[in-house]
């Protein structure tokens, strides 16, 4: 008999029922005349949320919902507050990159120096 429940146990029905609810409370809110930003339609908003969706039913494990939201995440600001950050998107990506290697969930390669013997012969 088929669930539709991840390994992790959470149900995909929930997940998907609670992302459509979200969907189309946004939708039904900008067709009543409140005043929804627009950012929240572009296509880099719909990139973290794809991304955030990807972690989710991953267990936020491997790196690619992360890059995902990062670079959805870098054009959302741009887009919320109309600033030019091409300045700042390598040192912002290179400190980022940084943390995440230094503070990701254990080591897989744990790295020692080994002492070599030197044959100048």
């Not at 390994?7 to 189309?24: F, M, P």
């Not at 067709?31 to 929804?36: A, K, T, W």
């Not at 936020?60 to 919902?65: D, E, L, M, R, V």
């Amino acid at each position: 008999m088929k669930t539709d429940i991840n390994t992790n146990g959470r149900s995909n029905k929930v997940g998907n029922g609670l992302l459509l609810l979200a969907i189309g409370l946004v939708f039904l809110l900008n067709n009543l005349g409140v005043n929804v930003p627009d950012w929240i339609f572009s296509w880099s908003a719909l990139m973290v949320a794809i991304g955030l969706l990807i972690g989710y039913k991953h267990d936020f494990h491997g790196n690619g919902w992360l890059a995902t939201v990062l670079i959805g995440s870098y054009f959302t600001i741009e887009t919320m507050f109309h600033a030019d950050l091409s300045s700042y998107f390598f040192p912002i990506g290179f400190i980022v990159i940084g943390l995440f290697l230094l503070f990701r969930q254990g080591n897989r390669h744990s790295f020692r120096w080994e002492k070599k013997p030197v044959n100048f012969n």
